[in-house]
């Protein structure tokens, strides 16, 4: 998942839909982000890449929406409704999230065991 | 037939009828209003009727056209049923569509000069169905024009082209439009300096771009009426087909049209984005129901199992009854019928003169296959025919039929919540009290100077007190320190709950006791559990104050209404996108200065805890969260505000996921 500055990004990615959750004047997501570009990425414990300063989710609730739409702690975002994710300011990346207009968000997102589950599937030959 | 064909005719009338009314009414609001958005919302209605008028009138014409075809060929060859199969149709759903625009560095950053604006929005046209989003503002300070309304089309056969125009018009004052004469205009734009007289002179006249055109559609068949106002013109054009058609958000090419003279020029960087679904029907409705028997072979031959079928998107759906399939019971088994499966009529049964139907899948390298039989030779038809079309259906439609795209249809929006304006902390802040604000002000007062006369009898009365001293005749002379901080100050002084009065007033001069008193110890109270937002860089204990800031904890009682009010949010469990509910929205800009919290142990207190982070999601709220290792509280609930030694120890991942070092939001 490393990147290289000036080259295109690529990753296996997961499509996962989340429909918010209204509690009263709030929709809720119901999971927790950290990272971004003005954010220090050594804090990061999920990241393989020490300078990775992507979205990556830290917490997620259990039994909210995005656990009910298969989101996973360590998951990270690639893209929100379209926008990207992989440089934004955390800040951005919470207001992509939580836009009030918006019942559902359809988040790209990338883990390494969908890395591994590619490359393994690859490896077993074709019958 | 012909009835048909009249009665398409006249729906189609109908339709070309309204929409010239609807135009008609533009054109009057258009000449009536006043104000720009008005004006500008009246031209877009106008164009968006003008469009569909032209789209009805060419369908019309297709249609005389065709009929008289028709009756042609009918005369001159026999000409048969037509054998030809018709793919099913579908909806078809755009949405979120997004321009990305490219402004150039020095317009990005001017901060002088006008703000050239443009109204644009966009047109959506498939078939006969024209639809307008919202219109849109843009100037140099949007990166992107978004586009939030979902667009369905109903009825588009899997052939269909979606084409997307983009309009738009300059929205500056100081060109309307054809209204100054044209000697005038000459005049003007050679006395104007060269890039403004310019653009001038494109606003005047139409210019390389007609003002009301569908580029390349058939000819103006009504006389478009010439209305004085602002026109829209066609900036960028695309055509969206199946091909594009996907379950995620997708990148297309624009055409632009124009150039940068125009005045209704934006750069845009030659892209959109956007969300294109479709629905095809026979993903979503039955197309064909019946009661069958089934055999899965290779069982017992004699065990045939009567079901209702519904043959719906890649599945034939067998119910035991057909009352189950209203009742949503899960059917009795399921058969696949995609792009892999295959269906093939067997011979005819020895027993009863009817073809069976052989239904096979691969499931994991096995082949299943199932067979169907029914009661007479016209039902097998009847479903052979069906499955045939259902394969066709799903060869049109590609991808779409690899599984359902889900569309969401716009609700109808509530009405958005009053939100009270941007406005200070304090705008939301509610004095509990009664109505009498003088009194709440003397309460407060009074308290205070309650406290300050106990200090000072510690020692010497701050020096600013004898300003507000009447019986001291060196008043005079002092007010500097104290009225600068007096404007930076008094709103602190609605949200002091009045408590009932401590004592009574033992100063005459309660009333004229600058709020400067209560500001003190403010400041004071606050010093102590937090250099609280709303102090503009109120400097670390002045050396006046010195007498004020000892042990304040036994006089002062805490800020009952801040902290009661965060209290009460942080009960309610999630503060909705990482923002608290908090009323400290906008703080002042000199919050940056720098809070010493870093100094002082969060965690002494709760509440403590819970004034930090709300000053820090103030912070992230400003969005100059530029020291992220700096702000150790984070914006979050309930659950990460209270981690203790004990438990960090236990969870290495909870300590390494620890706020303070790394800054989490919660959505």
Sequence with gaps: MAFIPGQPVTAVVQRIEIQKLRQGDNLILGFSIGGGIDQDPGQNPFSEDKTDKGIYVTRITPGGPADAAGLMMGDKIMQVNGWDMTMVTHDQARRTLTKKKEDVVRLLVTRKSLEEAVKQSMSYPRQ | MNNSNNQRDSDIQKKIDHEI???????????????????????????????????????????????????????????????????????????????????????????????????????????????????????????????????????????????????????????????????????????????????????????????????????????????????????????????????????????????????????????????????????????????????????????????????????????????????????????????????????????????????????????????????????????????????????????????????????????????????????????????????????????????????????????????????????????????SRLSGHSPCTPHRLPRSPVSPHRCPQTGLLSSDASLTSDSDSHCSTSPCSHHHGWPEPPSNFSLLSSSPSRLRPRTLSLDAKLSTLRGRGYGGGGTFQCPCQPPPSSLLAPIPISSRSPRSQRSTQTTLSCSSSTSSNSSSNSEGSHSPESSEGAPFSRPSPARRSLRNLRARLDPRNWLQSQV
Excluded at chain 2, 350 to 368: A, F, L, M, R, T
Excluded at chain 2, 398 to 416: G, H, T, V, W, Y
């Design chain 2, 21 to 483: 009314r609807m135009r008609d009414g533009a054109c009057k609001l258009l000449a009536a209003c006043s104000q720009r958005d008005q004006a500008l919302e009246a031209a877009k209605s106008l164009q968006t009727c003008s469009t569909r008028i032209m789209a009805y009138m060419s369908e019309l014409q297709r249609m005389k056209e065709a009929q008289v075809m028709q009756k042609v060929t009918r005369r001159s060859s026999d000409a048969g049923p037509m054998d030809d199969r018709l793919p099913c149709k579908g909806k078809v759903a755009i949405s979120d569509l997004r321009i990305p625009l490219m402004w150039k560095d020095t317009e990005y950053f001017k901060n002088k000069g006008e703000l050239h604006r443009c109204a644009v929005f966009c047109l959506l046209q498939l078939g006969g169905e024209i639809f307008d989003t919202d219109m849109v503002i843009v100037d140099r300070t949007l990166t992107d024009i978004c586009f939030d309304n979902t667009i369905v089309f109903t009825d588009a056969s899997p052939g269909f082209e979606l084409r997307v125009e983009l309009y738009s018009c300059c929205s500056e004052d100081d060109y309307s439009a054809g209204s100054t004469p044209r000697k005038l205009a000459s005049k003007l734009s050679s006395s104007l300096g060269r890039s403004a007289g310019k653009k001038l002179r494109a606003a005047m006249e139409p210019g390389p771009c007609s003002p009301v055109s569908n580029g390349g559609a058939s000819p103006l068949l009504l006389p478009v009426p010439s209305v004085p106002g602002p026109k829209y013109h066609l900036l960028a054009h695309t055509t969206l087909s199946l091909s594009h058609v996907q379950d995620s958000f997708r990148t297309h090419d624009l055409t632009i049209s124009g150039n940068e003279e125009c005045s209704y020029w934006l750069p845009l960087y030659g892209s959109m984005c956007c969300r294109l679904a479709a629905q095809p029907h026979c993903m979503t409705q039955q197309m064909m129901s019946g009661c069958l028997k089934v055999k899965q072979c290779g069982g017992d031959p004699q065990s045939w199992t009567k079901v209702f079928a519904v043959l719906k998107g890649t599945s034939l759906f067998c119910y035991h009854r057909q009352e189950d399939v209203e009742a949503n019971i899960e059917p009795a088994f399921t058969i696949a019928v995609n792009k892999e499966t295959r269906i093939r009529a067997s011979e005819k049964d020895p027993h009863s003169k009817v073809q069976n139907i052989c239904i096979s899948n691969q499931y994991g390298g096995e082949e299943v296959t199932h067979t169907l039989t029914t009661d007479s030779r016209e039902d097998t038809h009847r479903w052979m025919e069906a499955f045939w079309q259902h394969f066709y259906d799903m060869s049109q439609w590609k991808q779409c039929c690899d599984d359902l795209m889900k569309i969401e249809l716009p609700s109808p929006r509530k009405p958005a919540p009053v939100t009270p304006k941007q406005g200070s902390l304090y705008h939301e802040m509610v004095i509990e009290s009664s109505d009498d604000l003088s009194s709440t002000v003397s309460d407060i007062l009074a308290r205070r100077l309650q406290e300050l006369e106990l200090r000072s009898q510690l020692g010497t009365s701050p020096t600013w007190m004898s300003v507000f001293d009447e019986n001291n005749p060196k008043s005079a002379g002092r007010p500097r320190p104290c009225t």
